[in-house]
């Protein structure tokens, strides 16, 4: 009767043709402003971040300052939710103004203030390879040690951030509770710039802990120099760019013990010194075997004593293997390979059968891309793409 009587009054109208009926509607309701935390908090959690969401419309802008520094953070596809880029910082004072609109016109505006809990321990990066400004070769990892444990190695893992010039994939592996390691899928793009940031103030590494500072550095990707060493030839080709620049004729581990056998697999020369001391391992002065010596231009490509170094043995170089592990060469030679090396530059050695672990110095290009990524705390490969997403704040989702 309702929908009838409707119309009979629309035909009415008509034909009288001189009057008007308004009926009343009532007025859209305006978007509800949501923030985690909330306006007033004072001990709110760094580690949780900061989220404004509108209920019932879109948010048109979000302002969040730290004492008075803009807080970074972006949108969600939805225009719905807004979430800070990483963690807040402790005991700081921040002031958020959000102004979200529906798409009939009604709009509404928040404006507050909340606080953030002091750290209880203070959580930070205790050292990190490659150095500040440091030009590296192309299999260069970045190697992050921390100056306490990590018990939530996503939360930490999320606010480590690489980015390059020339980018390329890469994941980081966790290689014990207190350090991290960057590798990437591929050696990197030779001549490039490289910036880490450690976003760690605000994240929660363990109960009662968090990061009070972040830390950042850059470093250059030099050439790419590429060394082979065939243990069997008794040859060492080193390649720049492509193109051989050395020739070296070596001699490899005598294999008599395995501590004696020179290691097969991708190494990376490490750091280098003119001169190195060299003592046999387990053994003591007159032992037979023993031996302490110091070695000119010492290019270290293990952490189980291998090096690339210069030896006056040039009647066994290219013809036998008579080393304790190392990789000699002619002195003149060896002295080019150490002034044209850089940390990081790839050194593959075939023809023995000792591996070399992936845990063994810099040995991580052993492992292959995909068990690389089965050590990150956000990789998992039954999810979708196999990466764990970083979850919406509590009580937001």
């Known amino acids: ?76 596809p939805a225009g719905t939710t807004w979430r800070s880029k990483w963690a807040l910082e402790p005991d700081t004072e921040y002031a958020v103004t959000a102004t979200a609109a529906t798409a009939a016109g009604p709009s509404s505006i928040a404006m507050g203030r909340f606080r953030t809990r002091a750290a209880g321990r203070p959580f930070g990066v205790s050292s990190v ?78 109960p009662g802990v968090f990061g009070t500072a972040d830390h950042t550095l850059s470093f250059t990707v030099g050439r790419k120099q590429a060394s082979t060493v065939d243990t069997r030839t008794h040859q060492m080709v080193v390649r720049r760019d492509g193109q051989v620049v050395q020739n070296m004729a070596i001699s490899a581990g005598m294999a008599t013990t395995r501590e004696y056998t020179t290691t097969s697999g991708v190494h990376l020369t490490m750091d280098k010194g003119n001169p190195v001391r060299m003592v046999s391992p387990g053994r003591k002065k007159g032992d037979p075997g023993f031996y302490d010596l110091m070695i000119d231009h010492a290019v270290r490509i293990s952490n189980s004593g291998e090096y690339v170094h210069a030896k006056n043995n040039v009647w066994a170089q290219g013809r036998a293997n008579v080393s304790h592990g190392c990789i000699n060469s002619r002195p003149d030679q060896a002295a080019w390979f150490f002034a044209n090396s850089l940390r990081g530059d790839p050194v593959s050695i075939t023809g023995t059968d000792r591996p070399l672990e992936w845990n063994n110095g810099w040995g991580f290009w052993q492992l292959s891309w995909e068990k690389w990524q089965l050590g990150s705390a956000l990789h998992d490969p039954a999810s979708d793409g196999g990466w764990v997403q970083q979850a919406p704040a509590p009580g937001l989702r």
Request: aromatic content about 8%; overall charge positive.
């Open 129 to 206: 390879s490659p150095l500040p400004g440091e030009e590296v070769g192309v299999g260069m990892p970045i190697i992050v040690t921390f100056d306490g444990p990590v018990r939530d190695k996503a939360a930490v893992e999320r606010a480590l951030e690489v980015t390059a010039a020339k980018p390329i994939e890469g994941a980081w592996r966790w290689t014990g509770d207190t350090q991290a390691v960057y590798r990437t899928s591929r050696f990197w793009p030779a001549r490039q710039k490289v910036t880490f940031n450690a976003h760690l103030t605000g994240v929660r590494p363990s």
């Open 1 to 76: 009767m309702r929908l009838a009587a409707a119309f009979c009054l629309v035909v009415l109208l008509t034909v009288a043709g001189c009057s008007s009926v308004t009926a009343d509607t009532p007025a859209a309701a305006p978007p509800v402003i949501t923030t985690f935390p909330a306006f007033d908090t004072h001990r709110a959690r760094p580690d949780r971040g900061l989220v404004v969401k509108a209920g019932g419309g879109t948010l048109r802008q979000v302002l969040a300052y730290a004492a008075g520094r803009p807080v970074p953070g972006a949108l969600d």
